[in-house]
């Protein structure tokens, strides 16, 4: 059997802890066996990755985020003048587009005449807007912007997306690690007794509760590994979870990355971390991105899904 590369006896040299063993064992130091994939898995990655892309370059992608407005009690001015509170890319709306109202935790919108100023393609002057908080947000749009209500805690802002941003339009795709089937895997679900709230850190520096409905335990490297998923409430089958590994900062993007699982009506779940991927803020500063709990934060290294980005 021919050496690994990264086993060669300059390398060994080099290298005092690696170990070149004939062994189909996990990562040892530099030394890793190959990826194993199959046809149908890797054809089943490709089609999600696909998806994936699109979803990033569609109008109202993680690539068009542009901006990040936190609200101040009252009135705040939005547009491209400078003197505005929420102040536009230059060049992409009207100086003064109209004033957001905060009030009680609520906002309203007043546009200024004939900016064109739309909600659902249907002119605005007046009105009330509904945040993330409650589900969709109410999305504004004047020209080739969106703007919409986002709730972090007690924050309230207005988040900003341009369909023809520089982030969007200098993207030439995503990097990942070689699909390897030893990623895939059916766990069973471990329901805690009761659900209960774990704390979720941001790159804001708050936490949000989220709900845990329990947990999957895995293996790798010879290790048994527990990761903890959120969900939007009980009945939810799509389970969160926001992980760090020790690729982080190196191959991968440093603030962890996250993956879906899927709870089947057995209590088995369906995890896949060849569809890992980067949290948003790996794209733009104006993301607020949930971060790995302690729980979740595992002290290996998971070569499988999106790698860290970086514009070509």
């Known amino acids: 059997m021919l050496a690994s590369p990264l086993c060669t006896p300059a390398v060994l040299r080099l290298r005092s802890g690696c170990l070149c063993v004939a062994l189909v064992a996990g990562v040892l130091a530099g030394c890793s066996s190959p990826p194993v994939a199959d046809p149908d898995h890797v054809q089943e990655i490709e089609e999600w990755r696909e998806a994936r892309v699109k979803r990033l370059q569609s109008e109202t992608g993680w690539l068009t985020l542009v901006g990040l407005h936190w609200l101040e009690p009252g009135e705040n001015r939005f547009g491209t003048d400078k003197d505005n509170e929420v102040v536009l890319p230059e060049g992409t709306a009207p100086g003064l587009v109209g004033t ?114 329990g947990f999957v335990e895995f293996e790798l490297e010879g290790r048994q590994w527990t990761l903890v998923p959120v969900v939007s409430d009980a009945d939810d089958r799509d389970l969160f979870f926001i992980f760090g590994d020790l690729t982080n900062g190196k191959e991968t993007y440093g603030a962890g990355r996250f993956v879906y699982g899927e709870l089947g009506d057995d209590d088995t779940v369906s995890l896949d971390f060849n569809k890992s991927y980067n949290p948003p803020c790996v794209f733009t500063p104006f993301a607020t991105c949930p971060l790995p709990p302690p729980e979740n934060r595992l002290t290996l290294r998971i070569l499988a899904g999106e790698r860290t980005y970086s514009a070509h």
């Open 100 to 213: 957001f109202v905060l009030e009680d935790g609520r906002v309203r919108v007043r546009a200024e005449s004939g900016v064109g100023l739309t909600l659902a393609e249907e002119p605005v002057t007046e009105r009330p807007l509904a945040s993330d908080h409650d589900g969709p947000p109410d999305i504004l749009r004047v020209r080739d912007l969106h703007l919409y209500v986002i709730q972090r805690g007690e924050r309230i802002g207005i988040r900003v997306k341009d369909s023809n941003s520089p982030v969007l339009r200098d993207f030439h795709g995503l990097d990942y690690f070689p699909v390897d089937t030893r990623y895939r895997m059916q766990l069973p679900f471990q329901r805690y007794e009761s659900a209960r709230e774990i704390s979720i850190p941001s790159v804001l520096g708050t936490s949000e509760p989220s709900l845990a409905l």
